[in-house]
T-cell receptor, first 112, second 120 residues
């Protein structure tokens, strides 16, 4: 049973437009959420995170929104750039836990 | 140094071989992790070491044996693997909490580039 779900396996966006990647979770004990980006033949790299006491966190072109009642979070990238093309993983953990649970990923393609 | 270094990058082994994967970080992190990732699947947690003590073992078969010689090094010893064990093995580290049973509230993982393992 997947505790972290990313229902869109892939997403294509035009350069300069907004990319919105979605993530849903089922475990109500999750209190801390992260987004990772992965290029082929590389390990995932940390992008942005949010704790459950917030509903929004912004870092440059990247913003993560959290709707705790809906158990849903989203990553907004604006404006999207071709270099953003990668697989994006949503991850979650209990606030004091060491088990980071990952979603299946969404492959983002930003078209020039 | 903000890197997690994994060696080798690629490994091909037979089912009777014994091999080891190595991971090193010099960020002063006190927690280190092994994840396994199959193609088009998310990384799955195998083991966590915190302050050099094994704190999580996700029911991994005994043919995988982790070792944490010190706070900077993490090994994964492989013996009698099966073809279905072929995957990308990712090492990660995180700062860790005050002790082996805690984590920082904003704890995040720093990953190495992985070892692509093929078992023939």
């Amino acid at each position: 049973d997947q505790q972290v779900k990313q229902n869109s396996p892939s997403l294509s966006v035009q350069e300069g437009r907004i990319s919105i990647l979605n993530c849903d979770y089922t475990n109500s004990m999750f209190d801390y959420f992260l987004w990772y980006k992965k290029y082929p033949a590389e390990g995932p790299t940390f992008l942005i995170s949010i704790s459950s006491i917030k509903d929004k966190n912004e870092d440059g072109r990247f913003t993560v929104f959290l709707n705790k009642s809906a158990k849903h979070l989203s990553l907004h990238i604006v404006p999207s750039q071709p270099g953003d093309s990668a697989v994006y993983f949503c991850a979650a953990r209990n606030l004091y836990g060491q088990n980071f649970v990952f979603g299946p990923g969404t492959r983002l393609s930003v078209l020039p | 140094d903000t890197e997690v270094t994994q060696t080798p990058k690629h490994l091909v082994m037979g089912m009777t071989n014994k091999k080891s994967l190595k991971c090193e970080q010099h960020m002063g992190h006190r927690a280190m992790y092994w994840y396994k990732q199959k193609a088009k699947k998310p990384p799955e947690l195998m083991f966590v070491y915190s302050y050099e003590k094994l704190s999580i073992n996700e029911s991994v078969p005994s043919r995988f044996s982790p070792e944490c010689p010190n706070s900077s090094l993490l090994n994964l010893h492989l013996h009698a693997l099966q073809p279905e064990d072929s995957a990308l093995y990712l090492c990660a580290s995180s700062p860790g909490g005050r002790d082996s049973r805690s984590v920082a509230t904003n704890e995040k993982l720093f990953f190495g580039s992985g070892t692509q393992l093929s078992v023939l």
